[in-house]
């Protein structure tokens, strides 16, 4: 009886929506999947699950009387015809982002191709907007605008997620925003961007308007290596002089460090830290020789040791906790990007033929001119897709898919 009034409902809806307007379901699939998603955030938070009756009804309603989601939009004719579906076939509501199944209850975030293809990149070496000379620190902000440490032109440049050139600040001619050498940069929640500029780190809001510097509290760090923050605002710095992490408030006051010069013998040694990280959990990952684990004020959780894992040199942590490396191999002449699990399984990688290709630059095997220091991957960061962005020193950004 329920489905018999179900498909009753059904063919009423599709007469009267093909009555007020045809519908091309191929031309307008992404309004109709995007729409979708609205709708079932409106009806309920968890959208991996099922629509029950009262649901679907009160969908019906708003469409009928043409009552407005939270986004201000009303819900399309198209949207209600997929919805009505979803109900009679049982499916569960999509999530909005790709690769997430519905029969699995981990998050999944990513992009379909293969991990490792090149989808744009941008830059040539130069001072203008867009150019670059020697590229170094990469951040990506909440709307995944990507930020470049654009360190031979003493400045900080702003992009789309596409490398379309938004905004800069530094520069040999700015007299607010003083860089020199810029070579790490990252931003937080709130849009502030922290720029590091040894011996000091320049706080700049998120419209660039410059709001403090402060400088590491001894003389002795006189090279930051790397930068992040966690997810209220707290500066997390590795030096080169001093083998561990200093954790600063957002206005630069000292609140904790931990770390002292060793080999890793003892959990809390490390011969010289070289790249940091922060997760969703503001759990921080440091680079040093392997790959160590600590809460946000400083102990120690594991070590990322295994047999994928060579001589790391960078590394980034996406919303879902995968882990992203840059590691050579054993005779340090091959550089991948390896994609972790939380728990440091091999998820994928790619290697440095594929920013070596996407520059149009031949195998080194096969050019002997060719110098494989001169394109070498210096910065990484991940933005809330999976997408990767590397900066090489040839002067360019490239975006990778990172898989699902």
């Keep these: 009886m329920r489905q018999t009034l179900r498909y009753a409902i059904f063919t009423f809806l599709l007469t009267l929506a093909l ?4 519908l091309d379901f191929i031309s307008n699939a992404q309004n109709v999947d995007q729409d979708t998603n609205e709708i079932a955030s409106a009806l309920d938070e968890n959208r991996n699950r099922l629509l029950d009756d009262s649901e679907i009804l009160n969908a019906i309603q ?34 909005p982002l790709m690769g997430d199944d519905p029969d699995d209850d981990a998050p999944q975030i990513g992009c379909t191709e293969t991990p490792g293809t090149l989808l744009t990149q941008w830059g040539i070496s130069g001072f203008n907007d867009g150019q670059f000379s020697s590229p170094v620190g990469v951040a990506v902000d909440n709307a995944d605008n990507v930020y470049v440490a654009d360190s031979g032109n003493s400045r900080v440049q702003k992009f789309t997620p596409n490398g379309t050139f938004l905004s800069a600040w530094g520069g040999f001619f700015d007299l607010v925003v003083d860089l020199f050498f810029p070579d790490q940069v990252a931003v937080d929640s709130a849009g502030n961007i922290y720029i590091a500029d040894s011996p000091s780190i320049t706080k700049l809001g998120s419209n660039g308007s410059f709001i403090t510097k402060w400088e590491g509290q001894d003389s002795q760090f006189s090279f930051i290596e790397d930068l992040a923050v966690d997810s209220t605002g707290n500066l997390y710095v590795t030096y080169a002089s001093f083998a561990g992490i200093q954790k600063f408030d957002t206005n630069g006051n000292l609140l904790t460090n931990w770390g002292r010069a060793g080999f890793g013998k003892a959990l809390d040694q490390g011969f010289s830290p070289t790249a940091i990280a922060v997760d969703s959990a503001d759990n921080v990952y440091v680079v040093d020789s392997s790959i160590f684990k600590y809460d946000s004020n400083g102990t120690f959780l594991t070590k990322l040791d295994n047999d994928e894992i060579n001589f790391p040199t960078e590394v980034a942590v996406d919303s879902v906790g995968n882990i992203y490396i840059f590691d050579s191999g054993v005779s340090g002449q091959s550089i991948h990007i390896k994609k972790l699990d939380p728990n440091g399984k091999l998820l994928a990688k790619w290697t440095d033929a594929s920013w070596r290709e996407g520059l149009g630059i031949s195998d080194p095997g096969s050019d002997p001119g060719f110098d494989e220091m001169s394109n070498s991957p210096e910065g990484m960061a991940v933005d809330s897709q999976g997408h990767v962005y590397v900066s090489t020193t040839l002067g360019k950004i490239q975006k990778f898919c990172g898989g699902l």
């Design 62 to 95: 708003m469409w009928i009387l043409g009552e407005a989601l939270p986004d201000g939009e009303t819900i399309s004719d198209e949207s209600i015809l997929i919805l009505v579906q979803l109900w009679i076939t049982g499916e569960s509501i999509r999530p």
């Design 19 to 22: 009555f007020l307007a045809p």
